[in-house]
């Protein structure tokens, strides 16, 4: 991942909370890293005042407009369902690319493989990075994960966008808080982009759904005694369940975090698909891991940001009552709960 | 798929009852279509002493032996795990393509990617079918099998390569002898080549492995009032079990068959992976489609060709005791049992 990048993050349309997956999770994990953000329907307001947090961080109107902040590179700050480039945007990345930053993008679209981008990018020698490009020379997966020392603990969840990646990365701050030697393995462009490697496991080939996940899960292993693999989807997703459950079988967790939002009772964008009760869903996961590696679910992640506190608190009460396990909001509260599931987990099994 | 073709088969060194899927399957099904077989082990041999079918469809050593049979093509008769091309068969290749025979490959390397072959088949004017290559503009599934007509079924197993192809085909023909109006969605590269369309749903990039299988599903929908789709690996497979499950929520078949084999109780290649029974297991595949579409077993195909006569018989009256529900190996005996249990179904859900 060449030079340190400073970030004019593009949501042009889209910065919101719940729109602009990738720019979040940039701004939340990496803020040192976003000089500012595009979106002209919010030019002049904050990224804290727009989603929440990131502070002062500055939106403007235009490429012309961001460049004044300094930026070394355009990040495309969405992650729209099938990945695909917003021809609307065309304009905009000419300009970006033409006034010298580095593309950075999280698309199917692969930004280099646009003609026009691609001639433009190498007559202006700016570099275009596909994070979903995939590695090359995969293998199909064999169980290999079977063999490693290491913990692993993967997120899982009732749908997508509903907090797996935000949760393990607030679960491995708190790790490492405690001294534990913990590893992120990133699967989605966003977590990747945080973490500065990884592997997008939805878009590989799909016959290596699983092979990518164990690859990303030995490469994460040998750096840490506690790997976090951010899972992806949904096993009730009907667009991307099969990249849900090949995760799953490929990267084998020791056990899972099943992360959840209470106030959706409809997978998102599919309301005829009911998200199964919790304690449902977790013994249904336990089942899809039970023949090839016995895993159990041992805390769950809520996201509560569109409740009240007092709300929030019931619906942690409630889950920690329907399923037996510790529960919080990772984000909004002290992760602690899910922490110490974690280590004494960990602790159990390395005994 | 252009002129009509008359494939010599690749399988150099690998044609055998288990080793040769592609050329198996297309020798079965379209052995009208067969010229001969390339294997120089085998060579002076008949398909039929080989594997057991495919008469007297000679094997030859060379591709200039194979000329004299007066193919127009070379069809690559393996589906090997991870579908890179053997590289030992370069040679042959060259030969084949300089012969002026086109290539009909089910190879997850495409070979018309392949700078050597691309440039020689553009010299001498040969074609290239890479048949896994996906379709363009596929999209994320949404469900929209659920407005079909058409009966969906689906067939699952216990393992790859245990039938679910040449089951399907089976009941296909069992269907249109009986006058019912039936299509068959191919699923890979075999099912493909015979059928003469489908999608390689093991090739897509892995978020649209369900959009892949639901627009698959669809188009069969649109010329058929009952449309067998193929299945892909199995749901315990530990490489493509994220295709097997996508695959599920995009077709969103109203019913399934389970094929199995009796004699195989550990996952091929896997002998960690135990097979699960198959009432329990025949059980799971129903709570996966059930919060997407309620779907249910209505008969088991069970590949017998490695037992006696009464050992086959009485391993189906053993799966048909387990299960409740028929059973009986398609292939080998008359596949009516399932042929009935379908159109059974079909009636009662039309009515």
Chains 1, 2 share one sequence.
């Not at 970030?7 to 979040?24: C, D, H, I, R, W």
């Not at 999280?106 to 275009?128: C, K, N, Q, Y």
């Not at 106030?263 to 089942?287: C, G, M, Y």
């Amino acid at each position: 991942m060449a030079r340190d990048p400073r970030y004019l993050v593009l949501a042009e349309g889209q910065f919101g909370p719940m729109t602009s997956k990738t720019a979040n999770g940039c701004i939340r994990y990496s803020p040192e890293r976003v000089v500012g953000v595009l979106d002209s329907r919010r030019a002049g307001q904050t990224a804290g005042q727009v989603i929440g947090f990131g502070g002062d961080i500055p939106i403007v109107a235009t490429v012309e407009d961001g460049l004044k902040l300094g930026p070394n590179a355009l990040l495309i700050g969405i992650a729209p369902t099938g990945g695909k480039f917003p021809e609307a945007w065309r304009g905009i990345m000419r300009s970006a690319i033409a006034s010298g930053l580095d593309i950075w993008s999280g698309l199917h679209t692969f930004i280099g493989d646009d003609p026009e981008f691609a001639s433009l990018a190498r007559e202006r020698g700016v570099v275009i990075h596909d994070l979903r490009k995939p590695p090359e020379n995969l293998q199909v997966a064999a169980g290999r994960v079977r063999d490693v020392a290491s913990t692993v603990i993967l997120t899982v969840g009732t749908d997508c966008n509903i907090g797996k990646m935000t949760s393990s990365l607030q679960l491995r701050d708190g790790l490492r808080k405690r001294k534990r030697s913990v590893a992120f393995a990133g699967t989605g462009q966003t977590g990747i982009l945080i973490e500065g490697w990884g592997i997008s496991v939805d878009a590989v080939i799909a016959d290596f759904i699983a092979g990518a996940s164990e690859r990303l899960t030995l490469d994460a292993a040998k750096e840490a005694e506690i790997v976090l693999v951010e899972g992806q989807g949904s096993l009730v997703h009907p667009s991307y369940s099969g990249v849900t459950y090949g995760l799953m079988q490929g990267s084998l967790p020791h056990a899972m975090i099943m992360c959840g939002q209470p106030s959706r009772t409809t997978v998102n964008n599919h309301p005829w698909v009911k998200i199964p009760p919790l304690r449902d869903f977790i013994a249904f996961h336990e089942r899809v891991l039970e023949p090839l590696r016995p895993s159990k679910t041992i805390a769950v992640a809520l996201n509560t940001y569109d409740l009240s506190e007092p709300a929030a608190r019931e619906a942690i009460a409630r889950a920690e009552d329907e399923t037996g396990l510790p529960a919080t909001d990772p984000v909004r509260f002290d992760p602690a709960p899910i922490v110490d599931a974690i280590e004494r987990f960990h602790t159990s099994r390395t005994r």
